[in-house]
């Protein structure tokens, strides 16, 4: 379980600023603003004090625990605080820093992959954005605040994902939790979809994907979370340019588009193709579960939308099933004109009434 990130009781920012503008300094300022109220540890040797609270030279100079530590420093000294970290007995650590695989330093990736095995550091990163839990105010990020809700967004690209926020925080679409997991050394998309399988908080979840790391836990996982809430998700890289260009950004590589379509459905993921999309999808789903079967009745007042509406429902995989005559003797109250077969026609002075009594008949 990763708790001790997205649940954390005490935060050590490796790298905090006072310097407003340096990264930081503004997550240092997010966690402390956003009301967090477990213990907040600011470390750098440079400064004696950060907002209120006491800094340390090194992770090690804290007196407490440390559940969880946010690394903002340049990549080349990341092994070292690492190894800092896990002695500490640091579980959560999550890197801000890039200059890893996504450059082609795929050695020092490495290398901090094994240090944290060595200690049992769970990594989210390198080349991220980090992580917010609005239920428990907590925001270990770069990216804006975002308001309250129950909707989960998980992201490879930390930038798409900070987009995301700050439309989130315009239109105050509340969000659950928020994770960008860059380079993915280490957490990767099934371990938070897993994680989020079991939030209560998140109702929906949201995927950005460049690529996988393992196709075939993912499309497990997915397919077990999507049979208990609503898995919508975005592909990226799905042409030639766009796999090139997703390999330069987080050091991934992007598979076929169709091979993620038919990943998709088989996992059971709602794909969408663009964000103003995801959120309209998000907030339907949010406020109207996925429907438990397949078989679909349609209650028109025209014949014309309800041959369009049929098309589309066949062309998604729905049934338009014969009206059963059970439920036709149960539609009598209807007047002759109407049409009792699904789709079931009410003609075109249909009243309120006409249909209350029809929708509470089916």
Request: contains cysteine; hydrophobic residues 40%.
């Amino acid at each position: 379980m990763l708790d001790f990130i997205f649940n954390a009781k005490s935060i050590a920012v490796i790298g905090a600023s006072n310097r407003p503008g340096k990264i930081g300094f503004e997550i240092f300022r997010n966690i402390v603003e956003g009301g967090f109220q477990g213990k907040i540890y600011p470390i750098n040797p440079k400064i004696t004090e950060l907002m209120g609270h006491t800094c340390y030279h090194t992770i090690k100079d804290v007196p407490d625990t440390v559940d969880l530590a946010v690394i903002v420093i340049p990549a080349p000294i990341v092994p070292e605080v690492l190894e800092q970290c896990g002695e500490k007995g640091v579980k959560g650590v999550i890197i801000i820093s890039a200059g890893f695989s996504e450059v082609g330093n795929v050695e020092l990736e490495n290398k901090i992959v094994n240090i944290a095995k060595k200690y049992g550091i769970r990594i989210v990163g390198p080349n991220c954005a980090g992580i917010v839990n609005t239920h428990q105010n907590l925001f270990p990020t770069i990216e804006v605040r975002p308001p309250k809700g129950f909707i989960a967004f998980v992201s490879q690209s930390g930038a798409l994902g900070g987009a995301i926020l700050m439309k989130a925080k315009e239109e105050q679409f509340g969000i659950s939790i928020f994770a960008s997991y860059g380079n993915a050394c280490d957490v990767n998309e099934s371990d938070i979809l897993e994680y989020l399988m079991e939030d209560e908080n998140s109702k929906v979840v949201v995927i950005y994907i460049e690529a996988v790391k393992n196709g075939r836990r993912f499309i497990k996982t997915s397919r077990k979370l999507s049979l208990k809430k609503p898995l919508i998700g975005i592909k990226a890289g799905k042409t030639e340019a766009g796999t090139r260009a997703v390999a330069s950004h987080t050091g991934s590589l992007a598979g076929q588009e169709k091979i993620y379509e038919a990943a998709f459905k088989q996992a059971g993921i709602i794909s969408v193709e663009d964000f103003d999309e995801m959120f309209d999808v998000s907030k339907v789903l949010l406020h109207q579960p996925p429907a438990k079967g397949d078989k679909i009745a349609i209650i028109t007042n025209s014949g014309g939308p309800a041959v369009m509406l049929t098309d589309a429902c066949e062309a998604f995989g729905l049934k338009i099933r014969p009206t059963p005559e059970e439920t036709k003797k149960k539609l009598s109250f209807l007047p002759p004109v109407c049409s009792l077969e699904n789709p079931i026609d009410l003609v075109a002075d249909a009243s309120y009434e006409r249909y209350r009594k029809t929708l509470e008949t089916l």
